[in-house]
């Protein structure tokens, strides 16, 4: 008897994609009805790119982390304080602050990397004392405050109209496909997936597991840097109210978009699904004044029921 295209088989196979797919659909539906003004004009279309744009390049690093069975704490406090570093040295020396905010970024993801691979501490551990350095570094550099830059070269960075989109919705979509590239095609990309999948495998298969490891960590580091140099851009300043908060919906949309946090499934051609979700999930909440602690709940409630959903129980007890 031949076999159906629809079977128990095939929905387990394409949970992962089912779900966010089916999830995105009804959400913008529930949002139309309770919000009219929810995607109602192009101007605020515009007002959500731009909060998913550079939320997205950070998403991307941080999949890439996940999908090689680690975690990163550390990717809110990189990007507040790469955008602190931007803010504080761009008057004085101009655009050439950029190179030092992301030489700060693969800073940290190297000493994140090395901390894993070198010295065996588990990457959350690891990456959660350096979230600390970060953001009592940012604390120093800031005094506290918020640096504002009201350069309009600063923020044409991000806010370039193109095509009827800013340019900083045409950055992110460069570093997600450039990350699509790169896992799907290149030695190094597969490299990410066996480590997630089998990594005793991958050692014995002679793949050089300390140095992957330690360059996923630069690469995520990297990223958040980049999207805050542009969030700075976006809102012509650095404040401080980036922090630990933003760890929970940006964890929400990698795993939303279907990577699982055991590592070697799913990827960041997935993400941007993920970040489209919570991010115009928690806009929509915000447009009928859902309590930002009541939007926390929310997230934190969709990442656990998405945890359950993707993770590989047999092998939890070798995440790092």
């Given at each position: 008897m031949a076999?159906t295209?629809f079977s128990?088989?095939?929905?387990?196979?394409?949970?992962?994609?089912?779900?966010?797919?089916t999830g995105f659909?009804?959400?913008?539906?529930?949002l139309r009805?309770?919000?009219p003004?929810?995607?109602?004009?192009w101007?605020?279309?515009i007002t959500?790119?731009?909060?998913?744009?550079?939320?997205?390049?950070?998403?991307?690093?941080?999949?890439?982390?996940?999908?090689m069975?680690?975690?990163?704490?550390?990717?809110?406090?990189v990007?507040?304080l790469?955008?602190?570093?931007?803010?504080?040295l761009y008057?004085?020396?101009?655009?050439?602050a950029?190179?030092v905010?992301?030489l700060?970024?693969l800073?940290?993801?190297?000493?994140?990397?090395?901390l894993?691979?070198?010295?065996?501490?588990p990457?959350f551990?690891?990456t959660?004392?350096?979230?600390?350095i970060?953001?009592g570094?940012?604390?120093?550099?800031s005094g506290?405050?918020?640096?504002?830059?009201t350069?309009p070269?600063f923020r044409?960075?991000?806010?370039t109209m193109?095509?009827?989109?800013?340019?900083?919705?045409?950055y992110a979509m460069l570093?997600w496909?450039i990350s699509?590239?790169?896992?799907?095609t290149?030695?190094?990309g597969r490299?990410?997936?066996?480590i997630?999948?089998?990594?005793?495998?991958t050692?014995?298969a002679?793949?050089?597991?300390?140095?992957?490891?330690i360059?996923?960590?630069m690469?995520?580091?990297?990223?958040?840097?980049?999207a805050?140099?542009?969030y700075?851009?976006?809102?012509q300043g650095a404040h401080?109210?980036v922090?630990v908060?933003d760890?929970?919906?940006?964890f929400?949309?990698v795993?939303v978009?279907g990577t699982?946090?055991?590592g070697?499934?799913?990827?960041?051609?997935?993400?941007?699904?993920?970040?489209l979700?919570?991010r115009w999930?928690d806009s929509?909440l915000?447009?009928?004044?859902v309590?930002?602690n009541i939007?926390?709940?929310?997230f934190?409630?969709?990442a656990?029921?998405?945890?359950?959903?993707?993770?590989?129980r047999r092998?939890i007890?070798i995440?790092?």
């Amino acid at each position: 008897m031949a076999q159906t295209w629809f079977s128990r088989e095939w929905l387990h196979r394409n949970l992962n994609t089912i779900i966010p797919v089916t999830g995105f659909i009804l959400m913008v539906i529930a949002l139309r009805i309770t919000n009219p003004y929810f995607l109602a004009s192009w101007d605020s279309v515009i007002t959500l790119v731009y909060g998913m744009s550079w939320f997205l390049i950070a998403a991307c690093g941080l999949t890439l982390v996940i999908l090689m069975g680690s975690f990163d704490f550390s990717v809110p406090s990189v990007l507040k304080l790469s955008a602190m570093i931007f803010a504080v040295l761009y008057p004085s020396i101009g655009f050439s602050a950029i190179l030092v905010s992301v030489l700060t970024g693969l800073t940290f993801g190297a000493v994140n990397g090395t901390l894993l691979a070198r010295f065996n501490i588990p990457s959350f551990m690891a990456t959660l004392a350096t979230s600390m350095i970060a953001e009592g570094a940012a604390q120093v550099i800031s005094g506290g405050y918020t640096r504002m830059i009201t350069d309009p070269a600063f923020r044409a960075i991000s806010t370039t109209m193109i095509l009827g989109l800013p340019s900083i919705f045409y950055y992110a979509m460069l570093i997600w496909l450039i990350s699509i590239f790169i896992t799907f095609t290149t030695p190094f990309g597969r490299a990410v997936y066996a480590i997630g999948g089998n990594i005793v495998g991958t050692r014995l298969a002679g793949i050089n597991v300390k140095k992957v490891r330690i360059m996923v960590f630069m690469i995520c580091s990297m990223f958040a840097s980049l999207a805050g140099i542009l969030y700075a851009s976006q809102i012509q300043g650095a404040h401080m109210q980036v922090g630990v908060l933003d760890m929970i919906p940006l964890f929400a949309s990698v795993v939303v978009g279907g990577t699982a946090l055991t590592g070697g499934i799913g990827g960041v051609h997935r993400t941007l699904l993920g970040v489209l979700i919570i991010r115009w999930l928690d806009s929509g909440l915000s447009m009928i004044a859902v309590d930002l602690n009541i939007r926390m709940i929310v997230f934190g409630a969709i990442a656990i029921v998405m945890t359950i959903l993707t993770i590989d129980r047999r092998r939890i007890k070798i995440m790092k």
